[in-house]
């Protein structure tokens, strides 16, 4: 009598409530297998050992009056309880509904978490591109000096920066870990394409600000070298 066929549907349902998992939520389908295989040779090998060490007096070669005595000394209580093989035994044993259940349920609160945590990167991130947009003035040229020696990784400044609560600490941090290319601050960049915007702004005017400064350097050197070469032809006059 041939057996009923059955839906699909059916074949899930017994395939959640007659197949189980040996080892936990985290076992995959055929880690058992290989790991039982695995384990009963080592208590096999473990067995055999303490066997060997237990009858390694018994050997060919030894007299008649040493192998009575040793054997009259061993009796089988005695070897019974001095090798023993271990017993194995499957702890964690769950349902395939179970196993799927748990990891569905992992799955949200990792979704979530992770939510969660983009917006707290995104709120920060907004915070110190507010910050860093307020500034101006003297102000804006020391902070834009300041990060430019974070960005040229100043130890001294960098310390300074990651022990402050500051808020604009706070921004010149955020500054440093875009710079360095940090996959969280340049996640929010993509996620918030007007931050990125704004952030973009702020860059432009701190560089314009770099090269006046590097200009200035510039025309100093060079005053000081013009008048060196004065005084040369004065000297030499």
Do not use: C
Not at 125 to 137: K, Q, V, Y
């Amino acid at each position: 009598m041939s057996k009923d066929r059955k839906s699909p549907q059916q074949k899930k349902v017994l395939e959640y409530t007659r197949d189980h998992f040996a080892g936990g939520f985290n076992s995959s389908a055929h880690g058992l297998a290989k790991g039982w295989r695995r384990k009963k040779a080592q208590v096999n090998r473990e067995y055999r050992r303490k066997s060997d060490e237990l009858l390694a007096p018994v050997k060919p070669g030894l007299e008649a009056g040493d192998v009575e005595l040793i054997s009259a000394e061993l009796t089988t209580e005695q070897l019974q309880k001095s090798v023993t093989r271990k017993r194995l035994h499957k702890v964690g044993v769950v349902s395939m509904g179970e196993r799927v259940k748990q990891r569905l349920e992992r799955r949200v609160e990792t979704a979530g978490r992770r939510t969660n945590e983009q917006q707290h990167y995104d709120i920060a991130a907004a915070e110190a591109i507010r910050t860093l947009s307020r500034l101006a003035g003297e102000e804006l040229i020391e902070i834009v000096n300041r990060a430019e020696l974070l960005r040229r990784r100043n130890g001294k400044e960098l310390e300074g920066v990651r022990n402050s609560t500051h808020p604009i600490a706070r921004a010149l941090n955020f500054l440093f870990l875009v710079s360095i290319g940090s996959s969280r601050e340049l996640g929010v960049l993509r996620r918030n394409p007007q931050l990125n915007h704004d952030l973009g702004k702020w860059i432009q005017k701190a560089n314009r600000i770099i090269a006046k400064a590097q200009r200035a350097q510039e025309r100093k050197i060079k005053e000081k070298e013009a008048a060196r070469q004065r005084m040369k032809i004065v000297r030499k006059s």
